[in-house]
């Protein structure tokens, strides 16, 4: 029988450390009451419905004509149709099974199943039913069956997220873990599968158009004398929408309170089992978990374009951390320290205000609580991985799902490591050639003239060291107006997702409260833009004319002028397929304004989309006259159209676009290839960069 691999615990811990607070049981309580006023209320509906039904059934007609015998069929479909309506989304209640997760044995893993167990002890919280591993850097508990949960006891699964795996040591693998069975002793959860089966009658209620509304849209539009009864139900089933919206509110608003208490309370049985600081630690190392797994997942997509292929995705995840593991013990040293001599790893803010819709408490206040009172352990710095007895083999099994399921390849023969090593670091951006320039292209292009204005330039450029140094003070004073107003869209943002404390927001002496965000965003938006498109012009030409002047002295004139022409087209084909995209929703909008369609409008419109996609797709195929410059990972004008679209192309579609999610399809291409044209933009750019500091230097 192996040993449990133990970690360090706390020597002394107050009794009362997860005792239930006063606001925890308040907001059970809330929530057990919205949950009985909502099934209180979803059940009367049902019942006076169908008492509805029941009365247009037994009614008897006094005089027998064609209208009284129309009035009463229109009253039995009426009442049916709106029964339907309340009781057709419950057959919507479904127990999710996720298909991104492998289900672990205790005979593979043991170390992992004593680990847990252990746990499960210390922190006097049911054993899971099943443990699980999916891609992410996330751990989670659910029940094995939702439906279940809410007449019965049922048991819980445990899913671990093996991102989570590769980003923590094991005294904060285990304090994420003990905070997961903080979830598991609380009674609360299952409000929760309440909560979410009320969200789910509701949501469709008020918001899903299904087969049921094309019916009556139908019955609407067929003769008055058979439609009148539709015309009735209809203005009663938008009551009935708005009525449950309001309750949708209500619920939200319950539920994400009483989770964030909940959050709290987990937090203090992680704190009981493993100390303050693991918990704290390892959400504060979370945010390099995604960035650096969101890195590797993003590398994985473009190098399986070119036909390379990971065997093991984890195992370059591990190398990122580790090459960055100076750059985050730096940090790490850095951060302030309290009163007491230990690390504050969140700052508070502004932002330390929590949205009444927000499942989670802000980080800040989550490490207040968890450090109040301040439990001292021994952090046990080794890797989670030790828990795992087949590591390598779950890490490959792994691979093979994310490539199947998340980038829809199946990998025959994978690369070796070094290969897609060395494609991450092809991948890697300069950040310090755009940093240099205050990173003025970050959002916007560069003012790119065509290769004539080049050719025509022949004039003698004095101390070209000392004119660069006077450009970046200039770059530096016009992006000045641009990072006030992009701070200024962050705390629009920050304050139209309920997260700031602030009320109003000043601009152009003009205050502007909740009710107006998106008016002054839009604003800042269209500022920013014409700082852009008016003051960046001549600085723009100013710099290449500089550098272009160095190239020719230097005889790489041809080289730059080639890598300048490349970045003024790839940026036109950029902006086509932006300009296109809003074409194509503008559009739309249009004909949604217009209220009540005809077929032939939707087909008019289905084929001017299809129309544009070839556009964009000749656009792409133009590419073909270009004297290419090879970049990193791109070395040649087919796989130059295929990092911008799969296949080198935009799918068209056949047939009526808006059936079958064709149109959802186009637009996801279309997304797509706007975000590939940002990567290969900012590769080109890159290249050209270097060149000037080779130049400069």
């Known amino acids: 029988m192996n040993a449990a691999i133990l970690v360090p615990t706390p020597n002394e811990v107050p009794k009362s450390l997860t005792k239930l607070s006063n606001s925890y049981i308040l907001q059970s309580s809330l929530a057990v009451f919205s949950i009985l006023m909502f099934f209180l209320l979803y059940v009367l509906l049902i019942i006076g419905l169908g008492y509805l039904v029941y009365f247009a059934f037994i009614y008897e007609i006094e005089n027998y004509n064609k209208f009284t015998i129309l009035g009463k069929l229109g009253a039995i479909a009426g009442s049916v149709m709106l029964l339907l309506f309340t009781l057709k989304f419950i057959l919507k209640l479904k127990n999710p099974k996720p298909e991104n997760r492998i289900k672990l044995s205790k005979s593979k893993y043991p170390e992992l199943f004593l680990f847990i167990d252990t746990i499960c002890k210390e922190t006097g919280a049911p054993k899971p039913k099943s443990i699980y591993v999916d891609p992410d850097v996330n751990a989670y508990v659910a029940y094995t069956n939702v439906w279940m949960s809410l007449f019965l006891p049922t048991r819980k699964d445990l899913t671990i997220g093996l991102g989570l795996v590769s980003t923590l040591n094991l005294s904060e693998f285990k304090a994420v873990m003990a905070h997961e069975f903080g979830h598991f002793a609380q009674k609360s959860m299952k409000i929760g599968s309440y909560i979410h089966s009320a969200n ?6 008020i918001f899903t158009r299904d087969s049921y509304d094309e019916m009556l849209d139908k019955w609407r539009n067929s003769d008055i004398r058979l439609s009148f009864a539709a015309w009735i139900i209809t203005p009663i089933i938008w009551l009935i929408r708005q009525v449950l919206r309001l309750f949708y509110i209500f619920l939200n608003i319950m539920h994400s309170a009483l989770s964030r208490e909940m959050e709290f309370n987990a937090d203090k049985v992680a704190v009981k089992t493993v100390g303050s600081e693991a918990i704290v630690s390892g959400l504060w190392k979370l945010e390099f978990g995604f960035e650096k797994w969101s890195t590797i997942v993003n590398n994985a997509y473009h190098a399986s374009k070119k036909s390379i292929f990971s065997k093991n995705l984890y195992a370059h995840k591990n190398a990122l951390l580790e090459k960055t593991k100076v750059e985050i013990d730096t940090k790490f040293n850095q951060l302030p320290l309290d009163a007491l001599g230990n690390r504050n790893f969140f700052s508070q803010s502004e932002n330390s205000k929590v949205s009444m819709y927000a499942s ?16 001292s352990c021994v952090i046990d710095k080794r890797s989670p991985w030790i828990l795992f007895n087949n590591s390598e083999d779950l890490q490959e099994e792994m691979t093979q799902l994310i490539y199947k399921l998340y980038l829809g390849k199946a990998p025959e023969n994978p690369t070796d490591f070094l290969t897609f090593e060395k494609f991450i670091e092809a991948e890697n951006k300069n950040n310090k050639l755009f940093e240099e320039l205050e990173n003025t292209f970050e959002n916007r292009f560069v003012n790119m003239p065509k290769k004539e204005f080049f050719l025509e330039l022949d004039s003698e450029i004095e101390f070209p060291k000392k004119r660069y140094e006077t450009l970046l003070l200039e770059i530096k004073e016009l992006m000045k107006p641009v990072k006030e107003i992009e701070t200024l869209m962050i705390k629009v943002q920050e304050m139209a997702s309920g997260v700031s404390k602030n009320k109003t927001i000043d601009y152009k002496n003009v205050a502007y409260n909740k009710k107006n965000l998106q008016t002054v965003f839009d604003i800042l938006l269209a500022d920013r833009e014409f700082l ?4 960046f012009k001549d600085w723009d030409e100013k710099y290449l004319k500089l550098f272009y002047y160095l190239s ?3 005889g790489k004139n041809t080289e730059l002028l080639k890598l300048y022409n490349q970045q003024w087209r790839i940026i036109e084909l950029y902006q086509t397929i932006i ?8 559009e739309i909008n249009d004909l949604q304004r217009l209220g009540e369609v005809s077929q032939e409008m939707v087909d008019n419109l289905s084929n001017e989309i299809k129309s544009y996609v070839r ?5 792409i195929n ?4 270009l004297n290419f410059v090879p970049l990193p990972n791109i070395e040649s004008i087919v796989e130059l159209k295929e990092a911008i ?5 935009i799918e068209n579609q056949l047939g009526r676009i808006f059936e079958n999610g064709k149109f959802e399809k186009i637009i996801f291409e279309i997304d797509t290839a706007i975000a590939n044209c940002n990567r290969v933009e900012n590769k080109n750019l890159e290249e050209i960069l270097k060149i000037h500091q080779e130049l400069i230097n």
């Not at 556009?615 to 656009?619: A, C, G, L, P, T």
């Open 360 to 375: 989670h408490p802000p980080n800040d206040l989550r490490e207040k609580s968890a450090k109040n009172p301040f439990i």
């Open 200 to 205: 789910t009658i509701i949501h469709d209620m």
């Open 579 to 586: 300009n296109t995209k809003n074409k194509i929703i503008s």
């Open 532 to 535: 852009f498109n008016n003051g």
């Open 552 to 554: 020719k002295k230097n």
């Open 622 to 625: 133009s590419l073909d006259s």
């Open 615 to 619: 556009f964009i797709n000749e656009k």
């Open 645 to 649: 679209a799969e296949k080198g192309q």
